[in-house]
């Protein structure tokens, strides 16, 4: 029998309906649209209004979308994955309840967080559960509620982030298509320039904590910015080395959405042409573990079978890495 690889056979999505534009954010903080765009490429991004609602929500309606465009049985499903950096709540994983409510009632499911890398993490996990015969139907979810935890008066990070999410599914494959090849890295020194200060087992919530605003994102946007774009570039850049690919062999670069400057630094390191280079964050701003499911959402029409995708993220922590996978079917 040849070789198991996990490739994806079918992509879903959902964003809030409500949009929050660089022009509202000038009423909010002290801030101005040719700011945001020149030093981000942010234009406007969703935010998730429904009260009482969290990250299943967005995660829920993603992968119904999928379910809906690829006629999945949700039965059939071995494993649901939640990335997200926002799940609903501590110690209950997200993704058990999101399981559960689109009927994926034979799978187990589990969450996963690396901050901006949560995607790119789990689509490994998912594909070693496939490449190992265990599983069949693997379903990842990169969905995060980022306006839970963003100070709207922090201009330094309200400007950023975004609400989303997107969904992916892995299956066998037998002609060699799916994930080729990854790289995946992390660094600790990562964890003083983003991070939530309280809430978790270190500083527990507290009056205190909550009248210091130590439940809101804080970033050093600098140093975070310089790490991003070495790291990132670095691994995008290997990836195709080991793999003897050249900038003609890349048909598109899938990168996390979270400054415009950080992917064209990438893909100009990679020596890939703008118009391979995949963006959408003027839409969405950064969606953390949505950005990647969202761009192979908003531009699957364009892929074709055996296209060569260089996936590639950085995130808080440090985490970072790059994946190399191969399309597994053109849409009609
Ligand atoms: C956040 C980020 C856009 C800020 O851009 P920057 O060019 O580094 O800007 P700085 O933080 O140095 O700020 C430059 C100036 O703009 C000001 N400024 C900051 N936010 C502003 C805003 N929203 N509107 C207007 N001015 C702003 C600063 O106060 C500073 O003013 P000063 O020079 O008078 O002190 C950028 O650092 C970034 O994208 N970092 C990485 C983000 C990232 O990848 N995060 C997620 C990883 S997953």
């Known amino acids: ?139 990842v979810i990169g969905a995060d509620k980022m306006s839970s935890i963003i100070d709207y008066t922090d201009r330094a990070t309200c400007i950023i982030f975004g609400d989303g999410a997107g969904a992916v599914l892995f299956e066998p494959n037998f002609e060699g298509l799916g994930l080729q090849d990854e790289i995946l890295r992390s660094d600790g020194i990562g964890r003083d320039y983003l991070k939530i200060e309280a809430g978790g087992s270190i500083l527990p919530a507290s009056h205190e904590t909550v009248d210091n605003k130590q439940h809101y994102v804080f970033q050093d946007g600098k140093t975070v910015f310089k790490y991003a774009v070495s790291n990132m570039a670095d691994v995008s850049e290997k990836i195709m080395q080991q793999n003897n690919l050249s900038h003609d062999d890349v048909n598109w670069l899938v990168a996390h959405q979270a400054n415009k400057r950080i992917i064209d630094a990438t893909a100009h390191r990679m020596g890939v042409d703008e118009s391979k280079v995949l963006i959408n964050i003027e839409k969405y701003g950064n969606t953390t573990s949505a950005t990647l499911p969202l761009l192979l959402h908003d531009f699957e029409h364009l892929f074709k079978k055996g296209d060569n995708i260089i996936f590639a993220s950085f995130g808080g922590g440090f985490t970072w890495g790059s994946i190399y996978l191969k399309w597994a079917y053109t849409k009609n």
Do not use: H
């Not at 949009?19 to 030093?39: A, C, F, G, K």
């Open 1 to 139: 029998m040849s070789k198991i690889t996990a490739a994806i056979t079918a992509v879903g999505a959902y964003v809030p309906d409500f949009v929050l534009t660089n022009q509202l954010l000038e009423t909010m903080v002290d801030t101005n649209d040719e700011w945001i765009t020149s030093r981000t490429g942010i234009k406007e991004r969703r935010i998730l209004k429904e009260e009482n609602q969290g990250t299943s929500f967005l995660a829920i309606k993603a992968a119904e979308d999928l379910l809906k465009k690829s006629g999945t049985n949700p039965a059939e499903i071995d494993l649901v994955l939640v990335a997200s950096a926002t799940p609903d709540m501590p110690v209950a994983a997200t993704a058990v309840y999101v399981a559960t409510k689109i009927g994926a009632v034979n799978a187990f499911a589990y969450d996963l967080q690396a901050a901006c890398s949560s995607f790119l993490y789990a689509m490994s996990n998912a594909a070693a559960y496939i490449e190992s015969g265990r599983y069949k139907k693997v379903l």
